[in-house]
């Protein structure tokens, strides 16, 4: 019985002989394929190139997020030492120190002209902890936006971007590094993974030992791949905290961050495994890898963009800032007749219409920008519309080039995409609103501003944390990448059964 029993608990298992066997051989296999890792050069210049790249990007993208943050504390500080002076100034008067301007504009009791100048409320989207991430399409609007009174151009395209040529080029940060130089240097290190091995006469033997080809494969790709994505996730993740970054602050966008690099990863690994059952020699794969990446992430985008332009055409920017400027200058020109029906529509209104009385210039300016308003609102509305129409055909058509999927994870993981600057104008369009009519309502009343008044002045107020919206267009994108991965995969588990060694 003890006999038995030793037998039994020793590992009497007829399963259990193979079983050892094969995890030796698994191992001999990673031991092996370290070594040549080691001893490569040229893997270890890929890697130095990659991780370099990872760096310079997040030191970029700090950069970018440290000279937007600076832009918006000035701005602040700016908004803050205009209303002070004017309450300032303001007391002064009511206290008969000093004597009201005479010019309207100067006049801190004018509702209409304060409102559209020296109060107006400075807004900026506040940036989200993983920011450095990728600029996104936060270039396209200036870090803060002076909201007044008077219609959307006067704060909307008051200033410059950036340089067109650097907006056209794009920000080398770590989205770019991601998409394009991450996906490059996986398949400069998994090209050969099965070509080399039968050109050096290797492949024959291999299969002859017993060991299965797949696993084989497998424990190959574990080394040559799974080493770059794993380094590229942890130089990423360090980086960030080595900048400063608080990744706790945002912790559901760290864990999808690290899960899009993974999936990314493997989608590639996956197609360089697949050009790799074609039977090929290295050369060939190299070229055809290379003009994969080629389609995947230049053709097939440029394409989609083109469509979705082709289909729902809108007008550059500069085409559109001519337009708006064009439509508030249409309406300073027909004030005449914007004040006469305003005075039609308003026949309460005491007004008197001595030319250059303060009233007369008030009213004037007043009827002037809500005819600008209506008119510059009109052309921004159908402009958005057709934008949105664009992105709708670009995440529509984007599961056919896992470089678009990828781009709108780390975007919307960076707080920088469109959805969530979709949020932003949206809310913009609301507070403008509040704006106008705190200060029209006591323009048509002819209510000079009080001290109260500035202490009720309409606040900008925005949520700085993820909206649940925001963390949905993350995950949309996500699991259409995570699809993409999984049909590569099982494309090359597919080809591997059908492969044949000789």
Request: aromatic share 8%; proline share 6%; with cysteine.
């Amino acid at each position: 019985m003890g006999s038995r029993l030793g037998a039994g608990a020793g590992g009497g298992s007829p399963h259990e002989a193979p079983v050892t066997g094969a995890l030796a051989r698994s191992s001999a296999v990673l031991r092996q394929e370290w070594r040549l890792f080691w001893r490569d050069p040229a893997v270890w210049a890929v890697l130095l190139v990659l991780c370099a790249s990872v760096v310079y990007a997040l030191a970029n993208g700090q950069r970018q997020t440290r000279q937007h943050n600076e832009l918006v504390l000035s701005a602040k500080a700016d908004e803050t030492a205009r209303i002070t002076a004017a309450q300032a100034q303001l007391a002064d008067i009511n206290a008969g120190r000093v004597k009201p301007p005479s010019e309207p504009f100067q006049d801190p009791r004018n509702a209409i002209f304060v409102g559209s100048g020296r109060a107006a409320a400075a807004v900026d989207l506040p940036l989200l902890p993983l920011a450095p991430v990728a600029v996104g399409l936060r270039d396209l609007l200036p870090p803060v936006l002076l909201v007044s009174a008077a219609s959307k151009d006067s704060f909307l395209f008051k200033d410059e971007i950036a340089n067109p040529m650097h907006l056209l080029s794009g920000w080398f940060d770590l989205a770019f590094v991601l998409v394009f130089i991450y996906p490059l240097c996986l398949l400069l290190l998994t090209y050969n993974l099965v070509s080399l091995e039968r050109e050096q006469g290797r492949l024959g033997l291999v299969a002859s030992c017993g060991h299965p080809m797949g696993l084989w494969l497998l424990l190959r790709l574990a080394v040559r791949g799974g080493l770059p994505v794993i380094a590229v996730l942890a130089m990423a993740l360090v980086g960030l905290a080595a900048f400063g970054v608080n990744l706790a602050a945002d912790l559901p966008a760290t864990w999808l961050l690290c899960v899009a690099v993974l999936g990314y990863g493997l989608f590639w690994l996956g197609l360089s495994l697949c050009v790799g059952m074609f039977g090929r020699s290295s050369a060939w794969n190299a070229m055809a890898s290379v003009g994969v990446w080629i389609v995947m992430l230049l053709i097939l985008p440029a394409a989609t963009h083109a469509i979705a332009g082709a289909l729902y055409p809108a007008p550059s920017r500069a085409s559109l800032v001519l337009q708006v400027r064009a439509a508030a200058v249409d309406a300073e020109s027909n004030r005449d007749a914007e004040l006469a029906k305003y005075l039609e529509s308003h026949p309460q209104t005491d007004v008197n219409l001595d030319p250059g009385s303060a009233r007369e210039r008030t009213l004037r300016r007043l009827v002037t920008q809500q005819a600008a308003v209506q008119r510059v609102d009109a052309l921004l509305l159908e402009h958005e519309a057709q934008l949105a129409r664009q992105q709708a055909v670009v995440q529509r058509f984007s599961v056919v080039s896992p470089a678009l999927l990828m781009n709108e994870v780390l975007a919307e993981v960076a707080g920088s995409g469109p959805q969530r600057l979709t949020e932003f104008m949206t809310t913009v369009n609301e507070f403008h609103g509040r704006w106008r009519a705190f200060f029209v309502s006591r323009a048509q009343a002819n209510q000079p501003m009080s001290e109260q008044d500035y202490r009720q002045l309409p606040r900008w107020v925005v949520d700085p944390q993820r909206s649940a919206a925001g963390l949905s267009a993350v995950l949309q994108p996500l699991w259409r990448l995570a699809v993409l991965s999984l049909l590569v995969l099982a494309s090359a588990a597919f080809m591997l059964r059908r492969f044949k060694v000789s």
